[in-house]
């Protein structure tokens, strides 16, 4: 597998939880790396990127809410979620322009 996310879970709204993204590419800190989502019965979006270089941006839908991070060293991206609300539910990818999206993790938020 060359795409790993993890850290997904069960949340309450208002809660927060951290998203990591394991590659096992060559070239990682070269490459820039997106968060996408999923919803049942909705398109997959586009939740945030970041550059090669760190520099970010987000969906309307999550700003202020969550924020992107990478550590080229451990060929990692984290997407960090605070203020879950339930229609941040879905399953949650990461992609790397050379692997394509990976597997995902499931965020659910409910009370």
């Known amino acids: 597998v060359q795409l790993q996310a993890s850290g997904g879970g069960l949340v309450q709204p208002g809660g927060s939880l951290r998203l990591s993204c394991v590659a096992s590419?060559?070239?990682?800190?070269?490459?820039?790396m997106d968060w996408y989502r999923q919803a049942p019965g909705k398109q997959r979006e586009l939740v945030g990127h970041?550059?090669?270089?760190?520099?970010?941006n987000y969906a309307d839908s999550v700003k202020g809410r969550f924020t992107i991070s990478r550590d080229n060293a451990k060929k990692t991206v984290f997407l960090q979620m605070n203020s879950l609300k339930p229609e941040d539910t879905a399953l949650y990818y990461c992609?790397?322009?050379?692997?394509?999206w990976g597997r995902g993790t499931q965020v659910t938020v409910s009370s």
């Open positions: 590419v060559s070239g990682f800190s070269i490459n820039y």
């Open positions: 970041i550059s090669a270089g760190g520099s970010t």
């Open positions: 992609y790397h322009p050379s692997t394509g």
